[in-house]
């Protein structure tokens, strides 16, 4: 077993609520670490609606799920908290009182004083699309994510899809890829112009092939592919050889490993206290989305008012011998000098 990282706070998600929580524990001297199964920072606004106006964050009459997200990481940036994207946390264990193991999919281990799930609608998961028999190539021949660039050096790849991922990753893995072709069943796409044009030209300079038409058959032995059947626009079939799929198909929410932590759950949610949002077990508790309470509403405000009194109570486990005094950020020298302002 690996070395376990051992911190304060592990704070699942790193959706609005998950980054706030990182200020309202940071301002009381608790360490976060933050675990994403995205590659990237901002759960919902991000992955959903980067560019979708918010209107109802106080005091901010407007902004975008982008800017939100990065507000709060400009907001919570005295506080250091380490990320671990493209991390699935897979299972929790209680090994004291409170302690926690905590450990993901890729093998890593946290032992916590207090876990904060913001886990939101559940884990991002990619779309499998429909392809008879591809669940035999994953994870040898098909991706539904780049891990590593450099895994796929020299190999012939096989990117599907139109929006931002297959885009740019069409982009990104072109230079290091011996062939690269782009399937999509039409030449309009969802992804950023900008990204279409780049991937026109390099397709136009014969640096990569840009193919209309949907995967029908996979062929290959062992998880190990050899080849993909294409149906294309007009009817006709084309084999196109290939080491590895990247299907970008877009994601679905699910409530994944969630509910195998041992914690109560009601309808897929977990249920808190309103005092400190707890969930049944002490020292794991439940912000965000993916809590209960009678008269809860989804919102990202909400979750910020829960982020706060979570931080009070778990302050207790983190420094059983601390007292702990109220303080505003205005008037608190020592709340400032945590900020880096004073
Ligand atoms: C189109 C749209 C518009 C919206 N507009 C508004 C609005 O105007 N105002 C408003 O207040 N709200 C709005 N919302 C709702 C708002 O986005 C959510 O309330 C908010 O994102 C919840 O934040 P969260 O941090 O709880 O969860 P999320 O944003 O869902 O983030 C949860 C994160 O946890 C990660 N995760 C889950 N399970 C695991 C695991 N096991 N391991 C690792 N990571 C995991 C997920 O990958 C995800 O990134 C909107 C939502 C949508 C879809």
């Known amino acids: ?16 609520c998950g980054l706030f929580a990182v200020f309202e524990l940071g301002l009381l001297d608790m360490k976060a670490h933050v675990v994403d199964i995205l590659d990237k920072i901002g759960g919902q606004c991000a992955e959903l609606y980067p560019e979708k106006p918010i209107y109802d964050i106080p005091g901010l009459p407007f902004t ?6 990065e507000s709060l990481l400009t907001q919570i940036k005295p506080f250091g908290a380490t990320f671990h994207l493209q991390e699935m946390v897979e299972r929790i264990e209680r090994i ?13 281990v946290f032992e916590v004083k207090v876990v904060v799930i913001g ?18 190539y994953e994870e040898r021949s098909v991706f539904y994510a780049v891990r590593k660039m450099e895994a796929f050096r020299g190999q012939r790849l096989l ?26 069943r039409r030449d309009q796409f969802r992804a950023a112009p900008d990204s279409v044009n780049k991937m026109m030209a390099l397709a136009g300079e014969g640096k990569i092939d840009f193919v209309m038409g949907q995967v029908a058959a996979l062929e290959g032995e062992n998880g ?24 970008f198909f877009g994601l679905t929410m699910k409530l994944g490993p969630v509910a195998n932590w041992g914690i109560t759950m009601k309808d897929g949610l977990i249920p808190v206290d309103t005092a400190a949002f707890e969930t049944s077990v002490p020292g794991i508790f439940a912000i965000g989305d ?53």
């Open 64 to 69: 975008t799920g982008q800017n939100l997200t």
């Open 290 to 342: 993916i809590n209960w309470y009678p008269g809860k509403l989804k919102l990202i405000l909400s979750g910020f008012h829960e982020a706060a009194l979570m931080a009070q109570k778990a302050y207790r486990y983190v420094f059983p011998d601390r007292r702990l005094v109220f303080q505003y950020t205005t008037s608190s020298t020592s709340l400032q000098k945590k900020l880096g302002v004073a």
């Open 96 to 108: 004291g009182d409170p302690l926690f193991r905590v450990t993901t999919d890729l093998g890593k």
């Open 119 to 136: 886990a939101g609608g559940g884990s991002f998961q990619p779309k499998r699309p429909p392809i008879p028999g591809i669940e035999a």
């Open 1 to 16: 077993m690996t070395d376990p990282i051992k911190t304060d706070v592990l704070i699942i998600g790193a959706g609005p």
């Open 159 to 184: 990117i599907v899809g139109g929006g931002d991922s297959a885009l740019d990753w069409t982009l990104n893995l072109a230079p290091i890829a011996s062939r690269l072709t782009l399937l999509h």
């Open 224 to 247: 190990r592919l050899l080849r993909a059947l294409v149906k294309r626009g007009d009817g006709s079939n084309v084999h196109i050889v290939c080491d590895a799929l990247l299907p």
